[in-house]
C-alpha cells in the first residue's frame, strides 16, 4: 500500500481535456481550462524568470566583496546563483497565474458574447420565429458581429449542427452551461430545459434571462471603472521599490554597498517578502466577483 501511495505521488497531476466531443463529433470547447502549448509554457517561464533574475541581481548582486569592496570568487558565484534561484521561483509562480488570467478572461468575453446571444435570440423570437429557426438567424447575425473564431459562433454551430442531427436542443444548451463555468449560461440552460419540455413561455424566459444579465454585466464594468485606479496605484507601489533600489545603485553606488552588508540582505528580504504577500492580498481584495 505504501509502495502505491508513493507512485501515485510520482504521477502527474491529469490536466482536464481543453475539448470535449459533442453529440454530432464536434469539438466543443471547455472554459474551465486553458492548457497551455509547450511554447506558451516555455515563453512565459522565460519571460518571468528574466524579470525574476533581473530583480534578484538588482537587489542582491554584489554579495561576498572583499574589505577593499572588490568582488570575489563568491560574489561572482552567488551573482548566478541567487538571480537564478529567484528567477526559477518566478517562472514556476507566473505561469499558473498566467493561465488563470487566460481563463478569466476566456470567461469575460463568453459572457458578453452570450449576451449578446439573448439580445438576438429575444428579437428574433419576438418578430414570431419558433426556437429552431431563431437559432439559425442568431447565427446570421453574430456572424456580421464577431470574427468567425469567436466562442458564441462555435457554440452556435454545434447548435445547429444538434438540431440538423435531431438532438434535443435543451440538451445541447445543458452542456454549453457545464462547460462554460458560468452561473448565468447554466442558470439559463436549466430554466429552458424545463421550460422547453413543459411548454413554458420561451420568450418571456429569455428575455428575462438577457435583462438580468445585462444588468449584472452593468454593474460589473461600473465596479471595474472603479476599481481600475486603485489597481493602478497597486502596480505602481510594487514596482517603485525596483525602481528606486536602481536609482540608488546608478547614482550612489557607495551607498548601495549597504544593501549587501548582513543587516542590508536581511532588510531587503523582509521587504521583498512584504511587498510580495501585500501584492497578492490586494490583488485578491480588489478582484470583485458578482
Known amino acids: 500500500m505504501i509502495v502505491l501511495a508513493k507512485k501515485n505521488k510520482k504521477k502527474k497531476k491529469i490536466e482536464e481535456p481543453q475539448y ?5 463529433n464536434i469539438p466543443t470547447y471547455n472554459y474551465k481550462v486553458y492548457n497551455m502549448t509547450k511554447t506558451e509554457k516555455i515563453l512565459y517561464f522565460l519571460l518571468a524568470f528574466v524579470v525574476g533574475a533581473a530583480v534578484g541581481y538588482l537587489f542582491y548582486g554584489g554579495i561576498g566583496k572583499d574589505e577593499f569592496n ?13 538571480p537564478t534561484a529567484i528567477g526559477l521561483v518566478a517562472g514556476k509562480l507566473f505561469v499558473p497565474m498566467r493561465r488563470k488570467s487566460i481563463v478569466a478572461k476566456q470567461k469575460k468575453e ?8 439573448l439580445d438576438a435570440l429575444t428579437t428574433s ?10 437559432f439559425f438567424g442568431v447565427y446570421d447575425d453574430l456572424k456580421l458581429q ?3 473564431d469567436a466562442f458564441i459562433l462555435k457554440e452556435l454551430e454545434v447548435i445547429i449542427s444538434g438540431i440538423h442531427n435531431n438532438v434535443a436542443i435543451e440538451d445541447i444548451l445543458e452542456d454549453f452551461g457545464r462547460r462554460s463555468d458560468n452561473e448565468d449560461i447554466m442558470s439559463f440552460a436549466n430554466v429552458f430545459k424545463i421550460s422547453y419540455r413543459k411548454g413554458g413561455n420561451i420568450k418571456e424566459i429569455i ?4 435583462s438580468i444579465l445585462n444588468d449584472k454585466m452593468e454593474i460589473s464594468e461600473d465596479i471595474e471603472t472603479l476599481v481600475t485606479s486603485n489597481k493602478l496605484e497597486q502596480n ?28 542590508g540582505i536581511i532588510s531587503t528580504t523582509v521587504s521583498l517578502i512584504i511587498f510580495v504577500v501585500a501584492y497578492f492580498i490586494g490583488k485578491a481584495v480588489l478582484d470583485i466577483k458578482l
Open 207 to 210: 428575455r428575462n434571462t438577457h
Open 20 to 24: 470535449f466531443t459533442s453529440a454530432t
Open 236 to 263: 505602481i507601489m510594487i514596482a517603485m521599490p525596483i525602481v528606486l533600489i536602481a536609482v540608488i545603485k546608478m547614482m550612489s553606488p557607495e551607498f548601495a554597498n549597504n544593501f549587501v552588508t548582513p543587516t
Open 146 to 148: 464577431y470574427d468567425s
Open 110 to 117: 463568453l459572457s458578453h458574447q452570450f449576451r449578446d446571444m
Open 125 to 134: 423570437i419576438g418578430a414570431g420565429k419558433n426556437v429552431n429557426d431563431s
Open 70 to 82: 572588490q568582488p570575489t570568487t563568491v560574489t561572482w558565484v552567488l551573482n548566478i546563483i541567487i
